[in-house]
Nanobody, 119 residues
Framework: QVHVVESGGGLVQAGGSLTLSCAAS????????MGWYRQAPGQQRDLVAT???????NYADSVKGRFTISRDNAKNTVNLQMKNLKPEDTAVYYC?????????????WGQGTQVTVSS
């Protein structure tokens, strides 16, 4: 069984910063890609940033230069450092990992953490 758990959301004023953290645990032998996605009310879930186990990163255009994704392969964790936050960054942020287990591979999701940016 695999668990993905996020932490670090909250309320922040525009221009402020937050760091989200995510940890994967359970029975698996490799995490390929880890990433963050977000979903605002009434909107689809969109990619924010991803990082491979080799360190290659990918960012949505809307967050480039403001958000930084990083991971610790030894600890199976991924962080998202968010700076210069804007009200349009308000959403539920979900951690995702493409995880390989002995019975198969697939996407695993956390339960989500709310980020609210006030103007």
């Amino acid at each position: 069984q695999v668990h993905v758990v996020e932490s670090g959301g909250g309320l922040v004023q525009a221009g402020g910063s937050l760091t989200l953290s995510c940890a994967a645990s359970g029975r698996f032998y490799r995490i390929n890609r880890m990433g963050w996605y977000r979903q605002a009310p009434g909107q689809q879930r969109d990619l924010v940033a991803t990082i491979t186990d080799g360190g290659s990163t990918n960012y949505a255009d809307s967050v480039k230069g403001r958000f930084t994704i990083s991971r610790d392969n030894a600890k199976n964790t991924v962080n998202l450092q968010m700076k210069n936050l804007k009200p349009e960054d308000t959403a539920v942020y979900y951690c995702n990992g493409f995880i390989m287990t002995t019975v198969g591979s697939g996407d695993f999701w956390g339960q989500g953490t709310q980020v609210t940016v006030s103007s």
